[in-house]
Every structure is written in C-alpha cells, then in structure tokens.
C-alpha cells in the first residue's frame, strides 16, 4: 500500500469531504469527522516526507497498471496524468495537512452555534485537496484544476456567515481574484500547449526555449501567481478575506495562498529553468517585489484597529520575506560560488519563513478569533484588560508577536536572520527594509498587546471566561510549535527545509525523473 | 496553415473577447456584469484551446460509426484540447453560479449591486 | 411564471429532456457527451418543471428528496471506482474494461464499430455517478435560485 501514497493522500480528504454533508442531523459528528480525516492526512504527509527523504523524488502516474510507469509502452512523451513529488511538495504537503488539522480541531468550537455546518468542514476537506493536489502535481492541467478547486472552496468558506453583508462582499472579491488568476494560467497553459504538444511539467521544463511565447506564457503565469499569493499590487483582496473568513479556517487559507507561492516558485524554479539569462531579472523582480510587498504591508499595518485586518496586513508584508528570500536565490541560480555562498541560504529562510510564517500568523489570527469569541468584537479601542481573564490566549498571543517581529528564541527569528545575513550579500539595501519592516512589525503588535490584553479590566467583560479546550489546545500546539521550530532550527532546516531548497535548485533531478532521460 | 489570414481569425477572436472581458470587470458598476465580464474571459479561453486543438480535415476521435476515412489515425484530432476545455466549463459552472449567489446575498444586504456603493471593507 | 404556456410545453418537452440526458448519460463511453453533459441536460429538464410549477409543491418535493445526499452519493460512487484501481494497479486504472464483468465488462472492439453498450469498465459507472452529481447539483442550484427569486416577489 505504501507505493499508493501520492494517490491516498489525495483521496481520503476528497472521501472526507463527500461523506461530511451526510452528516447533516448531526453537525458535531461533522466536525469529529473533519478532525479525524485530517488528522490521517498529517500522518500520511509525514510518512510522504519520509519517503522522499529516503528514495529521492516519487511519480505516481494515474491510471497505469504500476504506479511509476510514465511512458506507456510505444510512446515517447508522457501522456498520463502524474504526481510528481520532490522535497519542496512534500515541505508544503506537511503545511498543509497540519494546518488543516489545526484548524479542524479549532471550529469545533468556535463555530459551533454557527448553522450548515456539515457543508463547512465539507469545503473545509475540500480546501486540503486542493492545496494538496497543487503542491504534488507533476502536470499544467492539474496545477489549474486543484487551483481553481481551492479557489472555490476558499470563497465559499470566506463568504461562510452569510448572514454578514461583509462576507460575501470579501468572498466575491476573492472569488473574482482568484477566477481571473485561474483563468490566466489556463491561458498560459494553453500557450505552453500549443508550442510543445504536452502537459507534463517535467517534459515541458526539458523543451522550453526563450520564444516570444514562452516569455508571454511567463508572464502570465507570474504575474497570476503573484496575484493569487498576495504581493503587492493585487494585496487588496488579503486583508478582506483574512478578516471575514471564520478564524479555524485562516490556517488552511494562509496554506491556500502559499500554495499559489509555491506555484510561482514551481514556475520560476523548474519550468523556466532552462533559461538561463532572463532568470537573473526575475530574480531581481522578486526580490523588489518582496520588499514592496513586506513595506507597503506593514505601514498599512499600523493604523488598524480592527485586530483581525491588522494582522491579514502583516501577512501580506510577512509574504513579502520569502518572495525577497528566494528571490535573492533565484538571481544567484545559474552563478554556482554566489549560490552556494548565500544563494542556498538565502531560500532556506524564504522556505523556512513560509512554514514559520504559517504557523505563528495562524496562531495571531486564532488569538483574534478567540478575542473576538469572548468579546464579539474586534475593534482594538473596545477592547482591554483581558490578559487577566484569558491568560492562555495572552501567553499565545504573547508568543505569536514575539515570533512574528523576528525575537529570539522563537521561530521567526530563525527563518528572518536568514533571509537578512544572505540578502545583505546581494545588495544591503535589501536587508536594511526587512530589517525595518521587522521592528514596524514589533512596534505594531506592542499596540495590539496593550489595548487588547492590558489596561484595567472593564466592566463589559465582568463575564469573561477562557476559551472552550479544544480552541486551546489548537493554539497551544502552534505555540509550541513557535517555541520548537525556534529553539532546534537546525533539525528543522536539515530534516526539511533544506531538501526542499535541493528540489528547487537541481532541476535536472526533477526533469530526468518521470522515465524521460 | 497557408498563412492567409482567416488561419488566425480565432485567435483574433479571442484578443477581442479578452479585451472585453477586462473592460468589463474593470470598468462596469454593476456586479451582475462583472460576473459576465468573467464568463466572457472564460469564453476567450475556451475558444483558445478549441482553436488550439483544431486540424483541417480532421475527425472527432470517436469510433464509434464514424466514417472510414477517420479510421486513419493520421486523420483523427488530438481529443486532449478538447478535454480541457469540457474541464475548464465545468470548473466555469461552479465558479458563475458561487459568484451569483454571492451577488444575492450582496444585494439582499446592500439594497444594491453597484460596485463602488458594495464598500464596507476598506482602510 | 406559471402560465398556461409554460406548463403546456413543459408537459410535451420535460420527458423528451430527461428521456435525452439519460441517454447521454449511459453512452458516454460511446458517443459524445458523458456524466457531466447527461446531467446538465436532465438538470436542464428538471428546471423546466421547477418553474412551471407552484412554489409549495417543489419545495414539499426536494424536502422529501434531498439533494445533497445525491450529490454525495455521485461523487462517493465515483471516487469508489477510482479507488477500484488499488486492488493491484494504480488509482483510476480502468480494472473492469476486457475483464468479461456482466456489466459493462465485454471486450472493446479496436477500429470502427457501430459501438456496443456492455463496454467500457468503469468509464459507464463513473459516468452515471458523474451523472448524478451533476444533476444533483445543478438542480440544486436552480432550485435555490428559485426559492429565493420567488419568495422575496410571490405574485411571479
């Protein structure tokens, strides 16, 4: 069962999410159920990881009478649908199904009094499928189905409380983003297809040239991954979603956007390898667009009051350190000594910071989502004195600012010094912005703390208790987590994120597997 | 392909809805028509990939009672566009009809669908 | 919407509608068309007699026949026999096609053939699954539409 993998990982969610409406009487069984089925999935993506670790890169073709016969007999391209797994899939696959289950275990509680909830953890599951499906795929057409697949499942989980005008106003905005993005890529991938005849990203990534067309494909490719992942010039569509969407679904959301990063790294990385001279530009772009996207989020940042849309603001300015962090590898890609002197590096942090990232932004926004349970608002003014009635959610929270703003011992530090030591290499002027974007981060999450948590206690919240176990015991895990990932990076660095910065940058490996050498 | 120009007139066909389609997200005010300026987008792709899959002279590669002559592989298109483009209908399907709801909802909380009224989100 | 004319020609045309989606729906393996084109054809067939008739009686009708079960049940039985293909080869492979299985498991016929219904292995299954879905949720998208269109303005 075990060469089976690629394909149960796939479709135990997707059962999960066909069997979650039929528990329409009883809506708690739903939400065991989502947490059960999710947590099957985190066990299966570790044991993924490990089988990457330990055979290199693994195919799974659908439909074929074995799982790694890629050329049916008499043919010489690849025609099947495949799953294409190397290091910095399965990095995403953990993401993913952690956070799923994370978030799974947080809406049993904080969504209970909410109705239709067997369709929620349904769209829920559905969302895991589609980050799964994109970050394991090895073919174009399957990129653009599951993107479109997490896409829908997004918005209509954005647009959840529909009894909130705002919901579906955030929900269509998201909605339109993402339906334009997806179709751009299609466009592209079409391009791609009429040149070479093919899906196969591997058989593409071998044939590519730099033909007006295919740097017209490029761009349009970048260009909606961009989009889709929340860099700057079409960030405005982040704050709105984060905020409105129900808190236990904003892990699996953060996931869903850095899916489409992973995607525009995909694209960079591995099917436009081969062109080696423009590479060098889009390196640049990246990295300017990361300390766009890190400043121009953060100064928005700031003059929130609205706890949960401050924090979205400082998602889209965290993006904007790994778009900076592997862009800086990306321009260095094809000059071997600048790539193993800080090039290397220089991802490492980028692809560090997306998990790190995933894990204490999903824990801030929680915290919110907590405050906003207990208190039924997320204006920072009405709020105070609440660190004494909720002492757990305040130690979170505590934990949460300090990894975001890059302190040590915690895990933002870790993944922050590396994107600051190697883009100072590049060009300091790099590292300067991600350094003052981070003490803009820490001097925003001060005033959070301070109007949230301390001043005195105010009469309103007289009745105020601590949170329901479940909504701890998810932020505690993310604390702990935080706390861990900062205390032994080195594990962390060597066991995943390092072989995923390997799959990116060999991308012989990638093209000569699939039987095509 | 004798280079005349009605070889390309699908493609031309598919800037011009391209064209539309973002003029009409951009710039109309009302929901209803930016959801159709999507299918128009939606319909310039499609049309891309039918044109991309299109062989003068070609059969459907379907054998059931299909004419003799198409028994000749040579002479059968590649179904693969095809197949896409059923996808990426479908896929258009969900996409319009969430987005519709979505504008009911808006309009049943609003009283309106024009765009630049829908702005409670902002800052 | 109820007029004389709607429900006249729903009379004479729904049965034709449903009678052709079923039929694009089961030779899907043979002809043009599948699950999804079959499905939206009968849901098309079944909208028709979702506004010819009175708002009472559609919704007393899908409250007794929900469907979002159906939906669930197309795509479980579709996923089912993806699933099939663990049994020794990989996901999706197609195990009952040449297998002599009573259903839809004859041998195929290479070239031009005037198409045989019993063919196919688990493409016709996965089809009548997909069928389902799709008519499930297409329904159920024009039902909703409909409820809400129709209870906000009754004298339609």
Redesign the interface.
């Given at each position: 069962?075990i060469e089976?993998l690629p394909?149960l990982i796939i479709?135990i969610p997707?059962?999960g999410a066909?069997?979650a409406?039929?528990f329409?009487k009883k809506q708690s069984i739903a939400a065991v159920w989502a947490i059960l089925i999710t947590a099957i999935t985190v066990i299966l993506s570790l044991m993924l990881m490990y089988q990457v670790r330990l055979h290199g890169i693994i195919v799974?073709?659908?439909?074929?009478?074995?799982?790694t016969i890629v050329l049916p007999s008499g043919y010489k391209v690849p025609i099947r649908i495949m799953f294409e797994i190397d290091g910095i899939g399965a990095f995403m696959a953990i993401s993913a199904t952690l956070m799923s289950f994370v978030g799974a275990l947080y809406s049993y509680s904080h969504v209970k009094a909410e109705s239709g909830l067997e369709k929620y953890y349904a769209l829920l599951l559905l969302l895991e499928v589609g980050i799964l499906g994109m970050v394991l795929t090895g073919d174009l057409f399957n990129l653009f189905v599951f993107l479109e697949i997490a896409g829908i499942a997004g918005s209509a989980l954005v647009g959840f409380r529909n009894y909130r005008g705002e919901a579906s106003e955030a929900g269509i905005k998201y909605l339109i983003v993402s339906a334009v993005a997806s179709l751009m890529v299609l466009f592209a991938i079409g391009i791609l297809y009429g040149e070479y005849g093919n899906l196969n990203l591997a058989y593409i990534s071998r044939q590519v040239s730099l033909s007006t067309l295919d740097m017209i494909a490029f761009g349009l490719l970048f260009a909606s991954f961009a989009m889709k992942c929340g860099s700057v010039p079409m960030h405005y569509w982040v704050p709105d979603a984060y905020t409105e969407v129900p808190a236990g679904i904003n892990p699996v959301l953060l996931v869903s956007t850095y899916a489409s990063l992973y995607a525009l790294f995909r694209v960079s990385f591995t099917l436009f390898a081969n062109v080696s001279i423009s590479l060098e530009r889009v390196g640049w772009i990246m990295s300017v667009l990361g300390v766009l996207t890190m400043f121009i989020g953060v100064t928005m940042a700031l003059v929130q009051k609205d706890v949960k849309r401050l924090m979205s603001y400082h998602a889209i300015s965290q993006t904007g350190y790994m778009l900076l962090g592997v862009g800086v590898g990306l321009t260095v890609l094809h000059n071997s000594d600048a790539l193993a002197e800080f090039g290397r590096t220089a991802m490492a942090g980028g692809i560090f910071h997306i998990i790190n990232h995933i894990i204490y932004k999903s824990l801030l926004l929680m915290t919110a989502g907590a405050l906003f349970y207990v208190t039924g608002t997320r204006n920072l003014n009405e709020m105070g004195g609440l660190a004494r009635k909720m002492p757990i959610t305040t130690l979170c929270f505590i934990v949460g600012a300090a990894a975001i703003s890059g302190l040590p011992p915690f895990n933002g530090f870790a993944s922050k010094f590396l994107i600051y030591e190697s883009s100072y290499r590049l060009n300091p002027l790099l590292a300067v912005f991600a350094m003052v974007t981070s003490i803009l981060t820490l001097a925003s999450f001060v005033k959070v703390f301070a109007s949230a948590f301390l001043g005195p206690p105010l009469e309103k919240f007289e009745n105020v208790r601590e949170v329901p176990r479940p909504m701890i015991v998810a932020m505690v895990i993310l604390a702990l987590l935080c706390i861990l990932f900062g205390l032994f990076p080195d594990v962390v660095l060597n066991k995943i994120v390092y072989p995923a910065v390997d799959a990116l940058i060999n991308v012989a490996q990638y093209q000569s597997w699939g039987g095509l050498a | 392909m004798n280079g005349s120009i009605w070889v390309n007139f699908p493609f031309i066909v598919v800037a011009l809805l391209l064209a539309i389609g973002f003029y009409t997200i951009g710039f109309k005010r009302n929901l209803i028509k930016v959801v159709i300026g999507i299918e128009i987008l939606e319909g310039a792709v499609n049309l891309f990939l039918v044109a991309l899959g299109y062989v003068k002279g070609g059969y459907?590669p379907?054998?059931?009672?299909?004419p003799?002559e198409?028994?000749n592989p040579q002479n059968m298109v590649l179904p693969t566009p095809q197949a896409l483009t059923?996808t990426s209908i479908?896929i258009g399907?969900a996409v319009s009809?969430l987005m519709?709801?979505f504008a009911?909802n808006i309009y049943k909380h609003y009283g309106t669908l024009d765009v630049t009224k829908i702005r409670r989100l902002r800052g | 919407m109820t007029t004389t004319i709607i429900k006249t020609t729903t009379k004479i045309l729904a049965p034709l509608i449903l009678v052709f989606g079923s039929y694009i729906i089961l030779h899907g393996h043979?002809?043009?068309g599948g699950g999804?084109q079959g499905g939206?054809v009968f849901a098309s067939g079944l909208a028709l007699l979702i506004v010819a008739n009175k708002y009472d009686a559609v919704k007393s009708l899908f409250e007794k026949a929900?469907l979002?079960?159906f939906?669930?049940i197309g795509?479980?039985g579709f996923?089912g026999m993806?699933?099939l293909?663990?049994a020794g080869?990989?996901?999706?492979?197609?195990i009952i096609a040449n297998s002599g299985f009573p259903l839809f498991g004859g041998k195929t016929p290479t070239?031009?053939?005037?198409?045989y219904l019993n063919t196919g292995g688990t493409l016709p299954y996965m089809n009548i699954f997909v069928g389902i879905k799709v008519l499930a949720g297409?329904t159920s998208?024009v039902l909703?539409?409909f409820l809400?269109m129709r209870r906000e303005r009754d004298e339609w």
């Amino acid at each position: 069962m075990i060469e089976h993998l690629p394909a149960l990982i796939i479709a135990i969610p997707l059962f999960g999410a066909f069997i979650a409406p039929l528990f329409k009487k009883k809506q708690s069984i739903a939400a065991v159920w989502a947490i059960l089925i999710t947590a099957i999935t985190v066990i299966l993506s570790l044991m993924l990881m490990y089988q990457v670790r330990l055979h290199g890169i693994i195919v799974y073709v659908f439909g074929a009478d074995k799982p790694t016969i890629v050329l049916p007999s008499g043919y010489k391209v690849p025609i099947r649908i495949m799953f294409e797994i190397d290091g910095i899939g399965a990095f995403m696959a953990i993401s993913a199904t952690l956070m799923s289950f994370v978030g799974a275990l947080y809406s049993y509680s904080h969504v209970k009094a909410e109705s239709g909830l067997e369709k929620y953890y349904a769209l829920l599951l559905l969302l895991e499928v589609g980050i799964l499906g994109m970050v394991l795929t090895g073919d174009l057409f399957n990129l653009f189905v599951f993107l479109e697949i997490a896409g829908i499942a997004g918005s209509a989980l954005v647009g959840f409380r529909n009894y909130r005008g705002e919901a579906s106003e955030a929900g269509i905005k998201y909605l339109i983003v993402s339906a334009v993005a997806s179709l751009m890529v299609l466009f592209a991938i079409g391009i791609l297809y009429g040149e070479y005849g093919n899906l196969n990203l591997a058989y593409i990534s071998r044939q590519v040239s730099l033909s007006t067309l295919d740097m017209i494909a490029f761009g349009l490719l970048f260009a909606s991954f961009a989009m889709k992942c929340g860099s700057v010039p079409m960030h405005y569509w982040v704050p709105d979603a984060y905020t409105e969407v129900p808190a236990g679904i904003n892990p699996v959301l953060l996931v869903s956007t850095y899916a489409s990063l992973y995607a525009l790294f995909r694209v960079s990385f591995t099917l436009f390898a081969n062109v080696s001279i423009s590479l060098e530009r889009v390196g640049w772009i990246m990295s300017v667009l990361g300390v766009l996207t890190m400043f121009i989020g953060v100064t928005m940042a700031l003059v929130q009051k609205d706890v949960k849309r401050l924090m979205s603001y400082h998602a889209i300015s965290q993006t904007g350190y790994m778009l900076l962090g592997v862009g800086v590898g990306l321009t260095v890609l094809h000059n071997s000594d600048a790539l193993a002197e800080f090039g290397r590096t220089a991802m490492a942090g980028g692809i560090f910071h997306i998990i790190n990232h995933i894990i204490y932004k999903s824990l801030l926004l929680m915290t919110a989502g907590a405050l906003f349970y207990v208190t039924g608002t997320r204006n920072l003014n009405e709020m105070g004195g609440l660190a004494r009635k909720m002492p757990i959610t305040t130690l979170c929270f505590i934990v949460g600012a300090a990894a975001i703003s890059g302190l040590p011992p915690f895990n933002g530090f870790a993944s922050k010094f590396l994107i600051y030591e190697s883009s100072y290499r590049l060009n300091p002027l790099l590292a300067v912005f991600a350094m003052v974007t981070s003490i803009l981060t820490l001097a925003s999450f001060v005033k959070v703390f301070a109007s949230a948590f301390l001043g005195p206690p105010l009469e309103k919240f007289e009745n105020v208790r601590e949170v329901p176990r479940p909504m701890i015991v998810a932020m505690v895990i993310l604390a702990l987590l935080c706390i861990l990932f900062g205390l032994f990076p080195d594990v962390v660095l060597n066991k995943i994120v390092y072989p995923a910065v390997d799959a990116l940058i060999n991308v012989a490996q990638y093209q000569s597997w699939g039987g095509l050498a | 392909m004798n280079g005349s120009i009605w070889v390309n007139f699908p493609f031309i066909v598919v800037a011009l809805l391209l064209a539309i389609g973002f003029y009409t997200i951009g710039f109309k005010r009302n929901l209803i028509k930016v959801v159709i300026g999507i299918e128009i987008l939606e319909g310039a792709v499609n049309l891309f990939l039918v044109a991309l899959g299109y062989v003068k002279g070609g059969y459907a590669p379907i054998y059931t009672l299909a004419p003799p002559e198409a028994a000749n592989p040579q002479n059968m298109v590649l179904p693969t566009p095809q197949a896409l483009t059923l996808t990426s209908i479908v896929i258009g399907v969900a996409v319009s009809a969430l987005m519709l709801a979505f504008a009911v909802n808006i309009y049943k909380h609003y009283g309106t669908l024009d765009v630049t009224k829908i702005r409670r989100l902002r800052g | 919407m109820t007029t004389t004319i709607i429900k006249t020609t729903t009379k004479i045309l729904a049965p034709l509608i449903l009678v052709f989606g079923s039929y694009i729906i089961l030779h899907g393996h043979l002809t043009p068309g599948g699950g999804f084109q079959g499905g939206a054809v009968f849901a098309s067939g079944l909208a028709l007699l979702i506004v010819a008739n009175k708002y009472d009686a559609v919704k007393s009708l899908f409250e007794k026949a929900p469907l979002s079960v159906f939906e669930s049940i197309g795509a479980l039985g579709f996923l089912g026999m993806a699933c099939l293909g663990f049994a020794g080869y990989t996901f999706f492979k197609n195990i009952i096609a040449n297998s002599g299985f009573p259903l839809f498991g004859g041998k195929t016929p290479t070239g031009i053939n005037p198409g045989y219904l019993n063919t196919g292995g688990t493409l016709p299954y996965m089809n009548i699954f997909v069928g389902i879905k799709v008519l499930a949720g297409l329904t159920s998208i024009v039902l909703v539409f409909f409820l809400i269109m129709r209870r906000e303005r009754d004298e339609w």
